[in-house]
């Protein structure tokens, strides 16, 4: 499979100098698939706004990711990066705090030359989310910034906040005429929101409904980090520019799909945050989903962000509801207990920090979908997340028909196993092809035996890509109102089933795959988790 590491549009695709990834198995013929309105990110001058600039997000993802981006020649020489954030700072040291997440977090080391120009550009604007005075000086230093750095007033506004204050800034940006309409590419105003959209359907219908008082929906750029990862991206690479894997990607030829996002860590820092939301919210009704919508869309009519969103959309609003048997049937929740995890003790998630000590918060979910339409009827996808897993790791296995019981196959007590793709997320990105071969010898004995594929170098980071794409004003990889908001009505009634059922989720112990009611649902169809 070629890596393709995309070039200034979706229509676009090149391999970055330097980052040639080598595969396990074959050799490389590099294509440049060029769009005629494709063009560098260094043409598109603006400012970037970062909302709490002085944050945990911003010192290990944000100021790393543009860091790369100037290294790699991709951030605009005319983009000045202003940080706005209620911390006791001016430029200086906020630019010594900015370096020193770089140091801490960047995939590649310092270079002293770039950083002299890069940290010249950065600014400190303290201020206060709530505080429409302070927004008035947030408008002067950026008129200073603008002038300085010819950006022509274009301003992208990352929200790097919590979700309570999103409504609040726009309103204030907008009242202090930070923000102008929809303009082409030439003159832009954009908005970046992080997950999670809400706390539930009408919770993010709610707060589109008030950004969207004061930013288009062309505007709007609604982050999720997972959709940014290389491998995710590949996976229409994969799928449509590979003429062996399309004719078998449906019914016809797929037994099942098997999705699986495991961490090993516990919920660490994040308690506050987890607490109310747990893994239903905070794993499958962003990360998951958009993956799952990957896999199974239909061949979009181009590249473009409308047409891969419009495919997407229709896989999500193509899963079949989930009824109150469904619920109780094929979904499964849990909570960590202790255990050990790679040898060392874990606390039972109750024991963590910020924790209640009665918390019916799930950490593990894992369920059942079926997806109604032509391609994938009679095919069941099964997703399991959870945290204090043996181990970190991201993968989507395809698991393909087994061959008639004849010839090879037909001997029922030593039946062969299933060809099976399986497409690594993280941490070893690359794909594996499982097939059947002959042991070498006299006799005929068979096994299954995994041809690899893996990314040798680096690949950039999701946060990389995606500033990258709002910078473009290339929405493919965001999430789309309708799209979360149909993600949303498929988890709510779960959501909504077990706050009502009066039993504590199930306890796994911390360093295994989770409660075995998870497995039970599997083998209930004649299936088991696939061992990783």
Same mark, same amino acid.
């Given at each position: 499979?070629?890596?393709?590491?995309?070039?200034?549009?979706?229509?676009?695709?090149?391999?970055?100098?330097?980052?040639?990834?080598?595969?396990?198995?074959?050799?490389?013929?590099?294509?440049?698939?060029?769009?005629?309105?494709?063009?560098?990110?260094?043409?598109?001058?603006?400012?970037?706004?970062?909302?709490?600039?002085?944050?945990?997000?911003?010192?290990?993802?944000?100021?790393?990711?543009?860091?790369?981006?100037?290294?790699?020649?991709?951030?605009?020489?005319?983009?000045?990066?202003?940080?706005?954030?209620?911390?006791?700072?001016?430029?200086?040291?906020?630019?010594?705090?900015?370096?020193?997440?770089?140091?801490?977090?960047?995939?590649?080391?310092?270079?002293?030359?770039?950083?002299?120009?890069?940290?010249?550009?950065?600014?400190?604007?303290?201020?206060?989310?709530?505080?429409?005075?302070?927004?008035?000086?947030?408008?002067?230093?950026?008129?200073?910034?603008?002038?300085?750095?010819?950006?022509?007033?274009?301003?992208?506004?990352?929200?790097?906040?919590?979700?309570?204050?999103?409504?609040?800034?726009?309103?204030?940006?907008?009242?202090?005429?930070?923000?102008?309409?929809?303009?082409?590419?030439?003159?832009?105003?954009?908005?970046?929101?992080?997950?999670?959209?809400?706390?539930?359907?009408?919770?993010?219908?709610?707060?589109?409904?008030?950004?969207?008082?004061?930013?288009?929906?062309?505007?709007?750029?609604?982050?999720?980090?997972?959709?940014?990862?290389?491998?995710?991206?590949?996976?229409?690479?994969?799928?449509?520019?590979?003429?062996?894997?399309?004719?078998?990607?449906?019914?016809?030829?797929? #037994?099942?799909?098997?999705? &699986? *996002?495991?961490?090993?860590? =516990?919920? /660490?820092?994040? !308690?506050?945050?987890?607490?109310? +939301?747990?893994?239903?919210?905070?794993?499958?009704?962003?990360?998951?989903?958009?993956?799952?919508?990957?896999?199974?869309?239909?061949?979009?009519?181009?590249?473009?962000?409308?047409?891969?969103?419009?495919?997407?959309?229709?896989?999500?609003?193509?899963?079949?509801?989930?009824?109150?048997? #469904?619920?109780?049937?094929? &979904? *499964?929740?849990?909570?960590? =207990?202790? /255990?050990?995890? !790679?040898?060392?003790?874990?606390? +039972?998630?109750?024991?963590?920090?910020?924790?209640?000590?009665?918390?019916?918060?799930?950490?593990?979910?894992?369920?059942?979908?079926?997806?109604?339409?032509?391609?994938?009827?009679?095919?069941?996808?099964?997703?399991?997340?959870?945290?204090?897993?043996?181990?970190?790791?991201?993968?989507?296995?395809?698991?393909?028909?087994? *061959?008639?019981?004849?010839?090879?196959?037909?001997?029922?007590?030593?039946?062969?196993?299933?060809?099976?793709?399986?497409?690594?997320?993280?941490?070893?990105?690359?794909?594996?092809?499982?097939?059947?071969?002959?042991?070498?010898?006299?006799?005929?004995?068979?096994?299954?035996?995994?041809?690899?594929?893996?990314?040798?170098?680096?690949?950039p980071e999701a946060y990389e890509t995606l500033l990258r794409d709002v910078i473009l004003g290339d929405q493919t990889l965001f999430m789309r109102r309708d799209a979360v908001e149909a993600s949303w009505s498929l988890v709510d009634p779960?959501?909504?089933?077990?706050?009502?059922?009066?039993?504590?989720?199930?306890?796994?112990?911390?360093?295994?795959?989770?409660?075995?009611?998870?497995?039970?649902?599997?083998?209930?169809?004649?299936?088991?988790?696939?061992?990783?």
């Open positions: 499979m070629l890596k393709y590491r995309r070039g200034p549009h979706r229509g676009r695709a090149a391999l970055t100098q330097g980052e040639h990834h080598a595969m396990a198995v074959g050799t490389h013929e590099t294509v440049a698939i060029n769009h005629p309105t494709a063009k560098p990110t260094a043409n598109i001058p603006c400012s970037i706004v970062i909302f709490g600039g002085a944050g945990a997000l911003s010192h290990r993802k944000l100021l790393p990711a543009l860091y790369n981006l100037a290294l790699d020649g991709e951030l605009p020489e005319h983009c000045p990066i202003v940080a706005f954030s209620m911390e006791e700072l001016d430029d200086e040291r906020y630019r010594a705090w900015a370096r020193d997440g770089i140091e801490k977090f960047s995939r590649r080391a310092v270079d002293p030359a770039l950083w002299e120009k890069l940290g010249q550009r950065i600014h400190f604007v303290r201020g206060r989310f709530t505080e429409r005075a302070d927004y008035d000086g947030l408008r002067a230093r950026l008129e200073e910034v603008d002038r300085k750095y010819a950006t022509g007033g274009n301003h992208i506004y990352y929200f790097a906040i919590p979700p309570s204050f999103i409504e609040n800034c726009a309103a204030m940006l907008h009242e202090a005429g930070l923000i102008r309409p929809p303009d082409g590419d030439q003159h832009f105003t954009r908005v970046v929101i992080e997950k999670p959209i809400g706390y539930d359907l009408a919770s993010a219908m709610a707060i589109d409904d008030r950004v969207s008082m004061h930013f288009d929906e062309s505007q709007i750029f609604r982050i999720d980090h997972y959709l940014g990862k290389e491998t995710v991206e590949n996976l229409m690479v994969l799928r449509f520019a590979n003429a062996i894997f399309e004719p078998l990607w449906t019914s016809r030829f797929v #037994d099942h799909v098997q999705l &699986t *996002v495991a961490e090993d860590e =516990g919920v /660490g820092t994040r !308690a506050s945050y987890y607490e109310h +939301a747990g893994a239903l919210r905070d794993m499958v009704q962003s990360h998951i989903l958009g993956v799952l919508s990957i896999i199974a869309m239909e061949p979009p009519r181009s590249t473009r962000a409308r047409a891969v969103r419009d495919s997407k959309l229709d896989v999500l609003r193509s899963i079949r509801p989930f009824g109150d048997e #469904d619920i109780e049937k094929f &979904t *499964v929740r849990g909570q960590y =207990g202790a /255990g050990l995890v !790679a040898g060392a003790a874990a606390p +039972a998630y109750r024991d963590e920090e910020n924790v209640a000590p009665d918390s019916r918060t799930e950490t593990f979910v894992a369920m059942r979908c079926w997806i109604d339409n032509w391609r994938w009827a009679g095919v069941p996808f099964y997703i399991r997340t959870g945290k204090r897993m043996p181990k970190r790791t991201s993968e989507i296995a395809i698991y393909f028909k087994s *061959v008639p019981r004849i010839l090879y196959n037909a001997n029922p007590r030593a039946q062969l196993a299933p060809n099976m793709l399986t497409i690594r997320i993280q941490p070893d990105e690359g794909l594996s092809v499982h097939i059947i071969s002959k042991v070498p010898g006299a006799q005929v004995r068979l096994q299954q035996v995994a041809v690899d594929f893996h990314y040798a170098s680096t690949t779960i959501i909504a089933a077990w706050a009502e059922s009066p039993a504590d989720p199930p306890l796994y112990a911390a360093g295994s795959w989770g409660p075995i009611e998870a497995a039970l649902m599997m083998a209930a169809d004649g299936r088991a988790w696939r061992a990783l």
